[in-house]
């Protein structure tokens, strides 16, 4: 049975224009390949290429949206403690993956995986747990606006 968990998705809209030159790069190659109308083999193999993309290499993240879904937040917490792994070893996947993940997302992978941790632990009950997240996305990225104000939440409710 899949939750009513809120989900957030901030889009980077500069990430439209290297999306779409790779698009164009895709549709250039079926064109020289001799696509008459090269649209539509262009516009498939861009989705089909972004979906294999979000599927292998940010599979972490993906199973631990399911397992969130399921509100298997410890199962979760393992899956976003990997992908948050497998982020920071490959930094360039994460900082280009406008291009190398075809993902708009303003925030990076790695701030993905720690503010799902937070909001796992959060639902787990354990704020403490989730104030060190909240302070390690703080750290990574002062501008966020949801770990910002979940820690406003946590310390409000503790005081």
């Given amino acids: 049975m899949a939750s009513n968990v809120p989900v957030v998705k901030q889009v980077a809209w500069i990430a439209v224009i ?3 030159i790779v698009l164009f790069l895709i549709g250039w190659i079926c064109y020289l390949c001799g696509a008459t109308n090269p649209v539509f083999p262009a516009a498939a193999t861009y989705f089909l290429l972004g979906y294999i993309l979000r ?3 940010a599979k972490d993240h993906k199973k ?3 397992h969130v879904k399921k509100q298997d937040y410890a199962g979760a917490i393992t899956a976003f403690e990997a992908s948050y792994k497998f982020f920071s070893d490959n930094l360039w996947l994460d900082k ?5 993940l075809l993902n708009a997302s303003s925030m990076s992978y790695r701030e993905m995986a720690l503010c799902n941790i937070e909001f796992c632990y959060t639902q787990m009950g354990e704020g403490k747990k989730a104030a060190i997240y909240y302070r390690r996305v703080l750290d990574l990225s002062p501008e ?3 770990a910002q104000a979940g820690l406003n939440v946590l310390e409000s409710a503790y005081k």
């Fill in 96 to 100: 280009y993956r406008y291009v190398t």
């Fill in 18 to 20: 290297p999306q779409t």
């Fill in 64 to 66: 631990g949206m399911e």
């Fill in 144 to 146: 966020n606006g949801i």
């Fill in 55 to 57: 599927n292998t290499v």
